[in-house]
């Protein structure tokens, strides 16, 4: 998942960065419109990206082959023990110098949920945050692959907050945009997104060789948007050279076009960032 969301920019023509992979477990922290001053974790390996998606909007380029069981990439997933200690040894020299932070996400290179302990990560977490930033929210970026599995609900439910991919309204735009890898389908994903509770979907919207930002598009992703019923919904779109370089980012009057039709139409609080 992506760790921050860009700010969305008037200039559709201004040059898009590159991002690389984070070398860490843990990165920042970095100022995020959302969250504050944001400490992220990474609990994916260093040297390529671990995703069920290939979105091809994807800052971090293309997913070698996505997967929804990591399987025999086991082996290059951090620890537990390494998380816990790596998280306790940044928070231990924030106190230190007494600096605060405002959130701690993890997220990092690909998808967090398919880290097999991920609860056992998420408790320990929670535990660090309270002894050294109780301030702190402890938050996930996911984009929503796992969510129909009930133990992974029942991990993401130990957090703060939740900020859940949703990009698709119809089956075929979520292939063509996302490509999932194959156990992967939108309507597991929705049955498991109107379950979890105090949930923000994040949606990006792109255009060219796809593009999910036209009236229709937009129509069937509001139906299922309240469906969901998140907490909100917040707009997107590229700041950062995408996977396919077809891609290209909307403009800011698009997202807000996007923004008022979904509080308009679909009842819920909608912020372009
Ligand atoms: S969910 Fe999509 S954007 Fe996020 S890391 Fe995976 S491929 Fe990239």
């Known amino acids: 998942m992506i760790g921050t969301t860009p700010k969305a920019s008037e200039s559709p023509e201004q040059p898009l960065k590159k991002i690389i992979l984070q070398h860490g477990i843990i990165y920042g922290p970095m100022p995020s419109r959302r969250l504050g001053r944001s400490l992220g974790i990474n609990l994916l390996p ?29 082996k290059d997933l951090p620890s537990v023990e390494a998380v816990a200690a790596a998280l306790e040894t940044a928070l231990a020299e924030f106190s230190r110098d007494h600096r605060t932070i405002d959130a701690i996400s993890i997220c990092g290179n690909g998808e967090p949920t398919l880290y097999p302990a991920l609860a056992e990560v998420i408790l ?16 996930i970026l996911s984009n929503s692959s796992t969510v129909g599995d009930p133990a992974v609900r029942a991990a993401l ?61 937009v129509a069937t992703w509001i139906d299922k948007i309240r469906e969901i019923h998140p907490l909100g919904v917040q707009l997107y779109t590229l700041d950062r050279e995408p996977a396919d370089k077809r891609i290209e980012k909307v403009s800011l009057t698009t997202l807000r076009w996007i923004a008022y039709a979904a509080r308009w139409r679909g009842g819920l609080p909608a912020e372009v960032f």
């Open 124 to 139: 320990n977490v929670m535990q660090i945050r309270d002894r050294y930033q109780p301030h702190a929210r402890v938050v």
């Open 157 to 217: 439910e130990l957090l703060d907050l939740k900020i859940m991919k949703f990009d698709a309204g119809s089956e075929e735009m979520f292939r063509q945009l996302n490509h999932p890898a194959a156990p992967v389908y939108m309507g597991e994903i929705i049955a498991g997104l109107k379950q979890l509770k105090n949930t923000f979907l994040q949606s990006c919207f792109v255009q060219g060789r796809v593009t999910n930002a036209d009236p229709d598009s």
């Open 46 to 74: 260093t040297k390529y990206k671990l995703c069920s998606f290939n979105c091809l909007y994807c800052q971090y380029g293309w997913t070698q082959k996505a997967t929804f069981t990591p399987g025999e990439r086991l």
